[in-house]
């Protein structure tokens, strides 16, 4: 009966130590694939925010674009302005 009590323990024992490292490996791999997703997210944040600065830049020579094909715009209208004005005199003469 002692002998079958000792075995009972010993055997809840190695239970207890197998469950034990079955929880330490489900933690352990657990923590690895929180570790593997932040890791993920930082990666995404780094490249959203290099997109964004992409996105700033590509805006900004959009802009200075725009400004030069408005002021392109402009002298084109003031030189066709003269050369109306111009051709104006020329048929008074």
Request: net charge negative; glycine share 8%; hydrophobic share 40%.
């Given at each position: 009966m002692r002998k079958l009590t000792i075995a009972g323990f010993a055997m809840a024992a190695a239970l207890t130590?197998?469950?034990a490292t079955t929880d330490q490996a489900a933690i352990d791999e657990a923590n690895a694939t929180a570790s593997s997703a932040e890791q993920t997210a930082n990666n995404?944040?780094?490249t959203a925010n290099s997109a964004s600065k992409s996105a700033r830049t590509a805006q900004q020579t959009?802009?200075?674009a725009l400004a030069a094909a408005r002021a392109a715009q402009k002298s084109a209208n003031e030189a066709n302005?003269?050369?109306k004005r111009m051709l104006e005199r020329a048929s008074q003469k």
């Open positions: 130590a197998g469950c995404a944040l780094n959009a802009e200075e302005e003269r050369a």
